[in-house]
């Protein structure tokens, strides 16, 4: 009787794995999802031309803090516009160190519309050049932009 109990149950687990593994595929018909069209504007079925998707027009992509103490919050904004002809989406805005946290417009925005993106370096624990990467996702072509600050962190005396 054990015998039988435990081939039944081992029955019963191939059963459930067996169901789960065929329930997770995907006919021949369906075209893959990529993140590609998640980050971008443009789709399986209708590619957008460049010019017709939205676009950035930074005021500045890199900013010198000069010289800061160190222990000291700075703080910069980046404006930009949309000059594309479709809706700018932001997805993401990261950086390359969590002394450096951006806040940015959350909104779509249309042709013509601006936009800014704040950005607080904490020099706290640093000292010498810093040079920070901020990256954005958007639904534009190419759809990761980079900006940049530095500063020179001197310890006071």
């Not at 703080?75 to 951006?102: D, E, R």
Request: hydrophobic share 40%; glycine share 8%.
């Amino acid at each position: 009787m054990k015998i039988i109990g435990k081939v039944w149950s081992t029955l019963v687990v191939l059963v459930v794995v067996a169901s789960f593994l065929t329930s997770c595929s995907t006919s021949g018909d369906s075209k893959p999802i990529t993140t590609e069209i998640i980050q971008n504007s443009k789709s399986l079925n209708d590619k957008a031309p460049v010019g017709e998707m939205p676009q950035f027009e930074f005021k500045e992509t890199e900013k010198d803090l000069g010289m800061i103490l160190e222990g000291e919050q700075v703080i910069h904004t980046f404006k930009y516009k949309n000059v594309g002809k479709g809706t700018l989406v932001i997805s993401s805005v990261s950086s390359t160190c969590g002394c450096t946290v951006a806040d940015f417009s959350k909104e779509p925005l249309a042709f013509g519309e601006e936009g800014s993106i704040e950005v607080m370096f904490n020099s706290e624990g640093r000292q010498g050049v810093q040079d920070k990467v901020i990256t954005i996702l958007a639904n534009t072509e190419p759809n990761r932009i980079e900006l940049r600050i530095k500063a020179n962190v001197v310890v006071p005396k």
